[in-house]
Each structure stands twice: as C-alpha cells, then as structure tokens.
C-alpha cells in the first residue's frame, strides 16, 4: 500500500519536476546519483543544485526564476536537482556537501570544483519578487561561473 501512495504522490509532483528537467536540468534521485554528479570527476567546474520542494514558494518563484536566470550569458557547467520530501535520501546526500549550511527548501546551491560557494535559501525566496531571486542568481552566476 506505501508504494501506491508514493507512486501516487509521484505522478501529482511530476509537472513540478519537469518545470526543471525541461530546463536542461538533471535531476537526481538517489544518494549514489548526487555522489556521482558532486564529487570526483562530475565536481570540476561550477555547478547549481536546485532543491525543489511542492510548495508555492517554489511553485511561483524558485522554479521561474530557475528558468529566467538560465538566460543569463554566464551559467553554471552543470545543473543538478534534488527534490525534498520525495527523494529523501537524495536530497539528504545532497545537503551533506553544503556544509553547515540548514536545510532549507526550496533552496539553491552554487559549488565551484565541489565547494559550496553561495547559497540561497528559503527565506531568501518566500515572498521575494522573482525579479530579485533571480538577480541574486545571476549575479551568483557573474562571480564564480566565469
């Protein structure tokens, strides 16, 4: 039975994935999927790790202003998402290479060769217009992805 809730509340936030992954943004469902993406090899060069989440803030603001500074002339290398309350243990894993950073979600994480360089949580993101989120990640982009 906890299977078809799951692949129920699957099927309901598949639209609030795909806001992203249409974005040319891989998501990451498992702790082995964010090792691989974070460390090593996959960690050289800049990276945005978006933490997606169901709620509105993410809904009406985090993810368009995603979509809105993906059109800035600098970007990250590599986009990564995790989303929170649906892959845990991924999201989990993924919040281990923020550092001392809380967990917030949404949230955004800029690594430059797998250090977290700027992170925008959710209190930066609630009731701030998109316009200024935005803002705050290209001008996050400008500094550490060039």
């Given at each position: 039975?906890?299977?078809?809730y799951?692949?129920?509340?699957?099927?309901?936030?598949?639209?609030?994935?795909?806001?992203?992954?249409?974005?040319?943004?891989?998501?990451?469902?498992?702790?082995?999927?964010?090792?691989?993406?974070?460390k090593g090899?996959?960690?050289?060069?800049t990276a945005?790790?978006?933490v997606?989440?169901?709620?509105?803030?993410?809904?009406g603001?985090?993810r368009?202003?995603?979509?809105?500074?993906?059109e800035?002339?600098?970007?990250?290398d590599?986009?990564?998402?995790?989303?929170?309350?649906?892959?845990?243990?991924?999201?989990?894993?993924?919040?281990?290479?923020?550092?001392?950073?809380?967990?917030?979600?949404?949230?955004?994480?800029?690594?430059?060769?797998g250090?977290?360089?700027?992170?925008i949580?959710?209190?930066?993101?609630?009731?701030?217009?998109?316009?200024i989120?935005?803002a705050?990640?290209?001008?996050?982009?400008?500094?550490?992805?060039?």
């Amino acid at each position: 039975m906890q299977n078809f809730y799951l692949e129920q509340m699957r099927m309901m936030t598949q639209h609030m994935r795909d806001e992203l992954t249409q974005l040319g943004i891989k998501e990451l469902t498992t702790p082995e999927e964010v090792d691989e993406a974070l460390k090593g090899e996959g960690a050289k060069g800049t990276a945005l790790i978006v933490v997606n989440s169901v709620c509105g803030c993410a809904a009406g603001l985090a993810r368009p202003a995603v979509g809105l500074s993906l059109e800035n002339e600098v970007k990250p290398d590599h986009l990564y998402t995790v989303f929170a309350g649906q892959d845990k243990e991924a999201t989990e894993q993924a919040r281990t290479y923020f550092g001392q950073e809380p967990p917030s979600s949404p949230s955004f994480a800029i690594m430059k060769d797998g250090k977290l360089v700027h992170m925008i949580h959710r209190h930066e993101i609630e009731n701030v217009p998109v316009e200024i989120i935005t803002a705050n990640l290209t001008q996050a982009y400008n500094a550490f992805c060039k």
